[in-house]
C-alpha cells in the first residue's frame, strides 16, 4: 500500500496536498476505493480510501518501522550528489537525524537553499518507501565544533586501538569528508570527550563510511538486520 507524509491525519476527510494528489492520479494512476497510507511524521498513521482529491479514514493507528535507538549522523559536507546517497539510504537503514558540518578539509563549503530541500525531499521520499513513520530531520550545515558531545564517537580512519562495534551504541556518529579529519580536530574531540573508533583496515569513502557505521550501531541495538 502506497504510503505519503502529510502535515495532518486527525480529520476523518483528508485533503490531498497538490504534489501527493500528483502522485496518486497520474503517476500511480489510482482510483476512487483505492486505500493509501497517510502518515503525520509525529508517529501516527491513518488507513484512507480515495474520494476524488482526497480521502475518507478508514482506521488510524499508531505508525510503526522507527527503530528504538534515535540515531544522529553529524556529515561533513562531501562533493557531488554523494550526500544524495548518505540521505537516502541512511533513512531505508534507520538513522533518525542528519547533522551536516563544515571542517577544515571540506572541498565543499556551503549548501544552497535549493540544495537543502532537495535533501530534505530525498528524505521524505526515502522514508515513504522503507515505511519509516518519521521523516529524519536534515539540519543546515554548522562548524564542526557545534557537533562535539560527550555522547558522540567520531569515526577516525587511523584509529586500530578500539572498534566501533566494541563500544556501547552513541547517540552519534561523527563523519569526516573526502580527507579525513585534521589532527586539530582530532584533538579538539578528544578534548570534548568524543570517543575515537574505527572501522577497522580498510579505508572507506566518505558516503560509503556513515551507512556502514549505521548499520554497526543499530544491528547492536536490535534496529537492524
Do not use: W, Y
Not at 480521502?55 to 550526500?83: F, N, S, W, Y
Not at 564517537?153 to 580527507?179: C, D, H, M, T, Y
Amino acid at each position: 500500500m502506497n504510503r505519503f507524509f502529510v502535515d495532518d491525519v486527525s480529520a476523518d476527510r483528508i485533503s490531498l496536498p497538490p504534489a501527493v494528489a500528483h502522485q496518486v492520479a497520474r503517476v500511480l494512476r489510482l482510483r476512487d476505493g483505492d486505500e493509501i497510507v497517510l502518515l503525520d511524521g509525529s508517529g501516527q498513521q491513518a488507513r484512507c480510501s480515495l474520494v476524488g482529491d482526497a480521502c475518507d479514514v478508514v482506521e488510524r493507528g499508531a505508525a510503526g518501522g522507527e527503530p528504538g535507538h534515535r540515531l544522529t549522523v553529524c556529515q561533513a559536507l562531501i562533493k557531488g550528489d554523494r550526500l544524495d546517497e548518505v540521505v537516502r539510504h541512511g533513512t531505508e537503514i534507520g538513522i533518525a537525524e542528519f547533522r551536516l558540518m563544515l571542517t577544515e578539509r571540506c572541498v565543499v563549503r556551503d549548501m544552497s537553499a535549493r540544495r537543502m530541500e532537495r535533501l530534505k525531499a530525498i528524505a521524505r521520499e526515502a522514508a515513504e518507501q522503507s515505511e519509516r513513520g518519521r521523516i529524519p530531520v536534515v539540519r543546515e550545515p554548522v562548524p564542526f565544533e557545534e557537533v562535539l558531545e560527550s555522547a558522540s564517537v567520531l569515526l577516525f580512519e587511523r584509529e586500530a586501538e578500539v572498534r566501533l562495534s566494541q563500544l556501547q551504541p552513541p547517540a552519534s556518529l561523527i563523519v569526516g569528508p573526502e580527507g579525513g579529519f585534521g589532527a586539530s580536530e582530532v584533538r579538539a574531540a578528544r578534548d570534548r570527550g568524543v570517543r575515537l573508533a574505527g572501522l577497522g583496515p580498510r579505508i572507506l569513502r566518505s558516503e560509503s563510511v556513515a551507512l556502514a557505521a549505521a548499520a554497526v550501531v543499530l544491528s547492536r541495538t536490535g534496529d537492524f538486520a
